[in-house]
């Protein structure tokens, strides 16, 4: 297991992004944003830009998501569903020969009814982690010296860890909606485990987040009375104590982007702004990590597991 314990970063639950990168100069750095243009990724991209960042949004919606971000940030398209368009916008970003200091891997979806997308992948898994496990090995090369990869987890890794038999679902009758969210975000934070190993070398380092709870257009799949049921809102269609405003929510993923507390701590599953606890409890509100998102020898299955499924695409 990876080391998991809080190392008193200053900042916490209620730190929002803008205060993260307070004194940070970000100036002549370069990231990528997936996701980068909606709820936590349009915030995280705000304050990369404000700290001095080149940002660069790779959208579904281009003129979606140009329309979101002004003069923020470039916009480039990008299909996560697509991998003939993932190895695309790679390969146009390895032509441009420019350092990514920061790729945050940000685009999500949540709960959707089953949907099978590229040779037959499960819709989260692809999304989550295939996608950005090709996207990121395809920009190796130009992934700078001491650059951060981020990727966003969630608490929702308590609901699965990887189904290694089916991560498909191809048993259909098999298939939850949550069960395929939570396996999802098990595997975001166990690609970040492999990968640092991968760039430690070149002073570069990984991270998984989770954000924390938050709404944000990534429930747009949950009904509103399942919403109510799930206690993410009152009657009256607001939070309960505990979740984080969207300002909130970027932190982490921004803090992990460049806290230079992390340099020693590669491949962490980190939580308001800090490295996680171990999870002591089931209460996803509460968080923590998990056994099986710092295992390091599931880490290495699952990237064996993920080169297998992803060699020879076009």
Same mark, same amino acid.
């Given at each position: 297991?990876?080391?998991?314990?809080?190392?008193?970063?200053?900042?916490?639950?209620?730190?929002?992004?803008?205060?993260?990168?307070?004194?940070?100069?970000?100036?002549?750095?370069?990231?990528?944003?997936?996701?980068?243009?909606?709820?936590?990724?349009?915030?995280?991209?705000?304050?990369? *830009?404000? @700290?001095?960042?080149?940002?660069?949004?790779?959208?579904?919606?281009?003129?979606? @998501?140009?329309?979101?971000?002004?003069?923020?940030?470039?916009?480039?398209?990008?299909?996560?569903?697509?991998?003939?368009? +993932?190895?695309? %916008?790679?390969?146009?970003? &390895?032509?441009?020969?420019?350092?990514?200091?920061?790729?945050?891997?940000?685009?999500?979806?949540?709960?959707?009814?089953?949907?099978?997308?590229?040779?037959? #992948?499960?819709?989260?898994?692809?999304?989550?982690? &295939?996608?950005?496990?090709?996207?990121?090995?395809?920009?190796?090369?130009?992934?700078?010296?001491? @650059?951060?990869?981020?990727?966003?987890?969630?608490?929702?890794? %308590?609901?699965?860890?990887?189904?290694?038999?089916?991560?498909? %679902?191809?048993?259909?009758?098999?298939?939850?909606? #949550?069960?395929?969210?939570?396996?999802?975000?098990?595997?975001?934070?166990?690609?970040? &485990?492999?990968?640092?190993?991968?760039?430690?070398?070149?002073?570069?380092?990984?991270?998984?987040?989770?954000?924390?709870?938050?709404?944000?257009?990534?429930?747009?799949?949950?009904?509103? *009375?399942?919403?109510?049921?799930?206690? #993410?809102?009152?009657?009256?269609?607001?939070?309960?104590?505990?979740?984080?405003? +969207?300002?909130?929510?970027?932190?982490?993923?921004?803090?992990?982007?460049?806290?230079?507390?992390?340099?020693?701590?590669?491949?962490?599953?980190?939580?308001?702004?800090?490295?996680?606890?171990? =999870?002591?409890?089931?209460?996803?509100?509460?968080?923590?990590?998990?056994?099986? +998102?710092?295992?390091?020898? =599931? *880490?290495?299955?699952?990237?064996?597991?993920?080169?297998?499924?992803?060699?020879?695409?076009?």
């Amino acid at each position: 297991m990876t080391p998991t314990a809080p190392h008193s970063s200053g900042f916490g639950h209620d730190s929002t992004a803008t205060e993260v990168l307070q004194g940070i100069d970000l100036h002549g750095r370069f990231a990528v944003v997936t996701g980068g243009s909606s709820g936590l990724g349009l915030e995280m991209t705000r304050s990369l *830009a404000a @700290a001095g960042a080149d940002v660069l949004v790779p959208a579904r919606r281009p003129q979606a @998501a140009r329309a979101a971000l002004g003069d923020l940030a470039s916009v480039a398209p990008l299909d996560l569903t697509d991998l003939p368009a +993932v190895r695309r %916008f790679a390969q146009d970003l &390895l032509d441009r020969g420019r350092g990514i200091d920061i790729l945050i891997n940000g685009a999500g979806i949540m709960t959707a009814p089953r949907t099978i997308v590229g040779p037959g #992948w499960e819709a989260h898994l692809a999304v989550h982690h &295939l996608a950005p496990y090709l996207l990121t090995n395809q920009l190796l090369p130009v992934i700078s010296a001491g @650059a951060r990869v981020v990727g966003l987890s969630s608490s929702a890794h %308590f609901l699965s860890d990887i189904r290694w038999d089916d991560p498909h %679902f191809r048993r259909t009758t098999d298939y939850d909606q #949550w069960t395929a969210y939570g396996q999802s975000k098990t595997a975001v934070a166990l690609f970040a &485990l492999g990968l640092d190993a991968r760039l430690t070398e070149r002073g570069a380092h990984a991270f998984a987040v989770h954000p924390g709870s938050i709404l944000t257009p990534l429930q747009r799949e949950i009904p509103t *009375a399942e919403q109510h049921r799930l206690g #993410w809102i009152d009657d009256h269609g607001r939070p309960p104590a505990g979740f984080k405003s +969207v300002e909130q929510g970027a932190a982490t993923a921004v803090w992990a982007a460049t806290a230079a507390l992390l340099e020693e701590h590669g491949g962490a599953y980190c939580q308001d702004c800090d490295v996680a606890r171990p =999870a002591t409890t089931d209460d996803m509100l509460v968080g923590g990590a998990k056994p099986w +998102v710092i295992d390091r020898d =599931a *880490a290495e299955r699952l990237w064996d597991l993920t080169t297998r499924a992803v060699t020879g695409l076009t």
